[in-house]
């Protein structure tokens, strides 16, 4: 499959793919990711918060406080790049505002995500571990969450075919419960293309057990429309992309 890709006159964006260089957040960005993983605790920490009204009340009111401060320091829509790596036609970070993956997004777990080389292909690897805030049967992870994190991990599988592309159909196999608060192993890698059809699979490992599986078709898009889409939502947000 690989020497297919070989003739691709965008074979660039997956040489790109194979040097990914580790992203942090920049001087700039340090700030947010110092109050993103506040809220990151906050939120797994309101999913078990027990007290009178009282103290409700007063927590309440200092968390009023800090969101209008927040609120105040606001600069509107400004990130870099794109927030996965599907749309972006690369593997490569930084992907900070993903719900899934992003380190400056306080809804994402975060999904820990690299591109490593199994058998003579890439191979995208991602770590994670879910708290409490993720649940669904007692003790396990919801499944949205579950497709959530192929749908990332495959996302950026489907980027070493070079291709920018977005996500057409999505089928998980939930093949045992996946726990709570243990580091789940996952594993994505580029089937085959056909057209503008982009063929991906995955898997999830928990305590060395296989907990589910997943097969992902993804569609090429071009990467001007896509263009034209970021700056139509910087347009109407009133921001501007760094």
């Not at 993956?101 to 999904?111: I, K």
């Not at 990332?152 to 093949?175: C, F, H, K, W």
């Not at 907990?211 to 139509?232: C, E, Q, T």
């Amino acid at each position: 499959m690989a020497a297919d890709f070989e003739r691709e006159p965008d074979r660039w964006f997956a040489e790109m793919v194979r040097e990914m260089a580790s992203a942090e957040p920049t001087e700039k960005e340090l700030p947010r990711l110092l109050v993103v993983e506040q809220v990151r605790r906050l939120i797994a920490g309101a999913i078990s918060f027990d007290a009178g009204r009282e103290t409700a009340e007063r927590l309440a009111v200092s968390l009023r406080q800090i969101a209008e401060e927040v609120e105040a320091n606001d600069a509107g829509y400004h990130y870099r790049g794109f927030a996965e790596a599907g749309p972006a036609g690369v593997a490569s970070p930084p992907f900070f505002r993903s719900p899934v993956s992003g380190q400056l997004n306080p809804l994402a777990p975060p999904l820990e995500l690299r591109v490593s080389r199994s058998g003579g292909a890439d191979e995208v690897e991602g770590r994670v571990v879910f708290s409490a805030a993720y649940e669904g049967p007692p003790g396990c992870v919801h499944g949205g969450w579950i497709a959530a994190v192929f749908d990332e991990v495959l996302g950026m599988a489907q980027s070493l075919s070079g291709r920018p592309g977005m996500t057409a159909n999505l089928t998980v196999d939930y093949v045992r419960p996946t726990p709570l608060y243990v580091e789940l192993e996952l594993r994505g890698r580029l089937e085959s293309v056909a057209g503008r059809k982009v063929f991906t699979s995955g898997e999830l490992i928990a305590a060395k057990e296989l907990r589910a599986r997943a097969k992902g078709l993804f569609v090429s898009v071009d990467l001007g429309r896509l263009a034209g889409y970021a700056r139509h939502a910087e347009e109407q947000r009133g921001g501007v992309n760094d």
